[in-house]
């Protein structure tokens, strides 16, 4: 199994910037990819950003693209998200995912980011 724990959510202005972390424990060497996914009140779960765990391949939402990077610590075992130009929309729980093979995906427990116009 994987822990998955989230952290560096907020309050901030529109226009200004968060950055997300999430620390993976436990089962990590068979980890394929790591993604941040987000949901806003009344909306489903939606994809925003993901990143293999070995490679440089990245991936990511259109609403985000330009706005938001992902990247990744392998030694720390932590993936990040960086979050720029934040618009009100962006308000959401924002959740950590990993792909852990043979065994499926992990969630983490979500960090709230709220983006105030």
């Known amino acids: 199994q994987v822990q998955l724990v989230e952290s560096g959510g907020g309050v901030v202005q529109a226009g200004g910037s968060v950055r997300l972390s999430c620390a993976a424990s436990g089962r990590t060497f068979s980890m394929r990819a790591m993604n941040w996914f987000r949901q806003a009140p009344g909306k489903e779960r939606e994809f925003v950003a993901a990143v293999r765990w070995s490679g440089d391949s990245t991936s990511y939402a259109d609403s985000v693209k330009g706005r938001f990077t992902i990247s990744r610590d392998n030694a720390k075992n932590t993936v990040y998200l960086q979050m720029n130009s934040l618009k009100p929309e962006d308000t959401a729980v924002y959740f950590c995912?990993?792909?852990?093979?043979?065994?499926?995906?992990?969630w983490g427990q979500g960090t709230q980011v709220t983006v105030s116009s």
């Open positions: 995912n990993a792909e852990v093979v043979g065994f499926g995906n992990y």
